[in-house]
C-alpha cells in the first residue's frame, strides 16, 4: 500500500503571483536580495513584516529568532520567497507558529515548495525535518522569477532537481507514481538545461517535488551534506555525489546526469575532511541510506569519497 501526499492548493503559470490575492499582515521570509530584485513589489502585497536575513543553510535558532520577535504580532500568514533555504525556514515558522504557509519559490530546484521536508542546520550538520504540518497550504510556481537568475544560482538548482528525481527514482521507498513523476520531472530538466530552455526548469522542479516528496533521494544526498558543511553550494556539491552515486548504484540515468554535469561545467570539489570521518557521518544518515538501491559500508563510501577528490 502506498500513501500520496502533497499540497491541496499548487498555482502555476506565468504571472500567477501578481494575479494572486495576498492577505494582508503576512510574515515574509526572504533573503536580503528580494527588495533589490523588486520581488516584493511584484506580489504587489501592501501590508506585510518581513525577515529578509535568510542566508544559506540556514541555522534551526534562526527559526526560533524570527518565532520570538514575531510571536505576539498579528500575522495572517506566512510567505517563504526565495530558493529552498528561505522555504525551509519559512515550513518550520509557519509550522510551528500555527499559520498558513504560502510557498513561492524564486529558483527552481529544491522542490521545497511542494515537500513536507525542511533541512536547517543543527549544532553544524544539515538535518532534515519531516512533517506534514509543513506542507504549504499555498504553492504558487511562477517562472517570473527566473528571468533575472544568475546563472550560477540557475545551475544549482537546476543540478539540484537532476539529483533529487534522478534519486527518487531509484528509492526503495519509491513506487509507480513517484517514478512515473520522476522520470517526468528528469525528462523535462534534462531538455531545460541542455538545450538551454530554462523557462521549462521551474515545471521540471515542481514535478521533482511532487515525485521524490513521496518517496527519498538516496546514496548521492547523503554524500553531499559533508560538503556542504565545508561551504559547497548544495547543489554544486550533488553534482559530484549524486554523480558518483549512481555510478555505484548502475542508475539508468547514470550517463544523462553526468553529461548534465559536463553542460553546466561545476568546478572541482575536494573535501578538506579526514575521510574516514566523513564516512561516519554520512552512515548516520539513514533516511537516505536506508532507501539506497544497494546497500553502502564504510568502504564503499570512503572508496566514492575518494573518487570525487580524485576527478580531474
Known sequence: MYEIKQPSNIIMGKNSCSEFRFDDNCLIITSQGAKARGWLEYLGIKNFLIYDKV?????????????????KSK?????????????????????????????????FGSGSEVTRISVLTVDGQKTSFHNDGMFADIAIVDPYF?????????????VDACAQCSEGYDSKSGNIYTKFLCKKAFDILEDAILN????????????TGLGFGNCSTTLGHALSYVYSNEGYNHGHALAFTTRVAHEFNASIFSERFSNIVNKLKFEKITLEQDLKDAADIILKDSKHLMNNPHTVDKNDIINLLTKINNFD
Not at 83 to 92: E, N, Q
Request: proline share 5%; hydrophobic share 35%; charged share 25%.
Open 55 to 71: 542566508e544559506s543553510n540556514p541555522r534551526i535558532e534562526i527559526c526560533q529568532d524570527i518565532i520570538d520577535e514575531f510571536s
Open 75 to 107: 500575522i495572517s500568514n506566512v510567505i517563504g520567497l526565495g530558493g529552498g533555504s528561505s522555504m525551509d525556514v519559512a515550513k518550520y515558522v509557519g509550522h510551528n507558529m500555527k499559520k498558513n504557509k504560502i510557498l513561492i519559490p524564486t529558483t
Open 146 to 158: 527566473i528571468k533575472d537568475t544568475p546563472r550560477n544560482i540557475l545551475k544549482n538548482s537546476a
Open 196 to 207: 538551454e530552455r530554462y523557462e521549462n526548469l521551474p515545471k521540471g522542479a515542481l514535478i
